[in-house]
């Protein structure tokens, strides 16, 4: 996993704004290694679940 206190998809903090680097957040469906806010995570959930594929890396704020 990579370990990320800033969400590399939303530049939010990780695991959410109140609880920066406190505790881990969510792992993205897109590689299953990079860690992003609960907020994130969240969201790909229902991406994937509405939509059958999530917002690639490439299309994120910070590109991994």
């Known amino acids: 996993m ?3 206190i800033i969400c590399p998809r939303c ?7 109140d609880r920066i680097g406190e505790y881990i ?11 992003i806010c609960s907020d994130c995570g969240t969201q790909e959930g229902m991406e994937d679940y509405l939509n059958g594929m999530v917002m690639p890396q ?7």
Request: hydrophobic share 30%; charged share 20%; net charge neutral.
């Open 2 to 4: 990579i370990r990320n």
């Open 11 to 17: 530049l939010g903090g990780v695991p959410n704004n």
């Open 25 to 35: 957040g969510a792992l993205s469906r897109t590689d299953n290694a990079t860690e």
């Open 58 to 64: 490439s299309d994120w704020k910070v590109n991994c």
